[in-house]
């Protein structure tokens, strides 16, 4: 795993977990409208259906409670920014377990509203600063919040790529700080001042070794919009597409990116 860097960015726990319940509602809402065709639908993860991605996206949540049934280690040992690297994990375990989830709630609205009053239920009772033992190390809890911000993001996308004028919307807190987190880590897996990498309007990071960009027009600038990061960062969409389609902007010697991406799986 990549060293994180110094001087961590932070986010605004009340900020953090209005979007979560932002961006899940937004979910629910969409879900709610589901035929039993469109759940039947096939998505871009594997062999998963629209109703597997929906009971991935509720377990996603549910990682809270399971994280909060375990003892709290000792001190925080990672960032979460650190995050992203960790993600790989055991995917035929996670899939098998999305699957029986899916099997055993044939009523996704129904199952995701028990998630959601679980979850304001765990928040109300354990502080943001409680530590959790996550698959990335141990974090505070409104850390590991920022990283179902993250998965909240990627899947809402997965399932309007899988519906066809679904329209899901993005809660812009929400797609801010899934933004911000991918980028930083980029910085974290390719550290260096000779490359910008603008996300307008969330983020700006420096990253890539080289000489280093004082002042002016950078030599390497690579820009893009938030959702195509987002794509970019997780590899739903290939660098040289994104490219190609007129999706990212790279202009210099050290501003292709696609040995770096992506970050997360």
């Known amino acids: 795993?990549?060293?994180?860097?110094?001087?961590?960015r932070?986010?605004?726990?009340?900020?953090?977990r209005a979007a979560v319940f932002a961006q899940f509602g937004h979910v629910r809402a969409a879900v709610r409208t589901l035929t039993p065709e469109q759940l039947a639908l096939p998505t871009r993860l594997g062999d998963w259906t629209v109703r597997e991605l929906v009971a991935h996206i509720g377990m996603a949540l549910t990682a809270l409670h399971r994280a909060v049934d375990r003892p709290a280690p000792?001190?925080?040992d990672v960032q979460v920014v650190e995050w992203?690297?960790?993600?790989?994990?055991?995917?035929?375990?996670?899939?098998?377990f999305t699957r029986r989830l899916a099997a055993d709630h044939p009523d996704p609205d129904a199952h995701l509203a028990r998630i959601e009053e679980s979850l304001r239920a765990l928040l109300a009772?354990?502080?943001?600063?409680?530590?959790?033992e996550t698959n990335a190390g141990a974090l505070p809890l409104d850390d590991y919040l920022v990283t179902r911000l993250v998965e909240l993001v990627v899947?809402?996308?997965?399932?309007?790529?899988?519906?066809p004028g679904l329209g899901i919307p993005y809660d812009r807190q929400a797609l801010a700080a899934a933004t911000r987190l991918l980028a930083d880590a980029l910085a974290v897996k390719a550290p260096g001042g000779s490359t910008e990498v603008r996300v307008p309007p969330f983020a700006v990071?420096?990253?890539?070794?080289?000489?280093r960009h004082t002042r002016g027009t950078p030599p390497n600038v690579v820009e893009t919009d938030p959702l195509t990061w987002v794509r970019l960062a997780t590899g739903r969409l290939a660098w040289a597409d994104a490219v190609a389609e007129g999706e990212v902007s790279a202009s210099g010697e050290r501003a292709d990116l696609s040995g770096l991406l992506p970050l997360l799986s």
């Open 205 to 211: 990071v420096q990253c890539v070794e080289g000489p």
């Open 74 to 76: 000792p001190r925080q």
């Open 10 to 16: 932070t986010y605004d726990p009340a900020r953090t």
């Open 155 to 163: 899947h809402t996308d997965d399932l309007n790529a899988a519906v």
């Open 84 to 96: 992203p690297f960790a993600t790989a994990g055991n995917s035929a375990a996670i899939a098998d």
């Open 1 to 8: 795993m990549p060293p994180a860097t110094k001087r961590a």
């Open 125 to 132: 009772e354990h502080p943001g600063s409680r530590l959790l």
